[in-house]
């Protein structure tokens, strides 16, 4: 359980970041959050296919939508400068959740 929850919820932060970049309106803070969607779609993309295996394909869709639509409705709400520090902060709690779940054992 303790499992499942980290995997999904830093899929979930991966999808908020790449969600809320992709919908940034400022070009030079797009830029800024580059990095931040390179690493979210690599380390979201092997998580899913782990994670899907481990826990099923429903948790995992379900886990991609719950952190796309924060990502959308924010950029909607907020100035871009906050959306990049928002970005930010949910792709470092995804890493610290990454280095979390790494450190379970493997199913075998």
């Known amino acids: 359980m303790t499992e499942a929850l980290t995997y999904l919820s830093a899929i979930g932060l991966f999808s908020f970041v790449t969600m809320a970049s992709a919908m940034m309106r400022h070009e030079l803070l797009l830029v800024a959050c580059m990095p931040a969607v390179f690493v979210a779609l690599i380390m979201g993309f092997v998580m899913a296919i782990y994670a899907n295996d481990a ?11 719950v952190g796309a639509l ?14 990049a520090i928002a970005v930010y902060l949910g792709w470092t709690v995804a890493l610290v959740l990454v280095l979390v779940a790494v450190g379970f054992p493997d199913r075998g």
């Open 70 to 83: 924060p990502g959308w409705w924010l950029s909607r709400r907020i100035r871009p400068k906050e959306l």
């Open 55 to 65: 826990f099923g394909a429903m948790p995992v869709g379900a886990a991609l939508i």
